[in-house]
């Protein structure tokens, strides 16, 4: 199991729910379970917990381009398994 990181959202950054249209994650602070293959990102809005999964591949662009900071960022990110 992977230990939970915490970053903030300060871009665009969008997930998309199987094979529909794809969806704003809102900005300000989210959790973050980084896993070999994939991202899950957590946060609170008001009343409404939302998350979304995300391939490791698009987490690590969206931090490259600085949609996402990742407030653990010292911690190694794993490189995808093929």
């Not at 970053?7 to 729910?17: F, L």
């Not at 300000?28 to 939302?50: F, I, K, M, Q, R």
Request: aromatic share 6%; hydrophobic share 35%.
């Amino acid at each position: 199991m992977s230990v939970p990181r915490y970053g903030r959202i300060v871009g665009k950054v969008e997930y998309r729910e199987g094979d529909g249209q794809t969806i704003a994650v809102r900005p300000g602070p989210v959790e973050l379970v980084v896993t070999a293959n994939d991202v899950t990102l957590s946060w609170t809005e008001g009343e409404t917990h939302g998350s979304a999964a995300m391939p490791l591949t698009d987490f690590q662009r969206y931090r490259s381009e600085g949609a996402i900071v990742d407030d653990d960022a010292q911690a190694e990110i794993p490189a995808k398994q093929e």
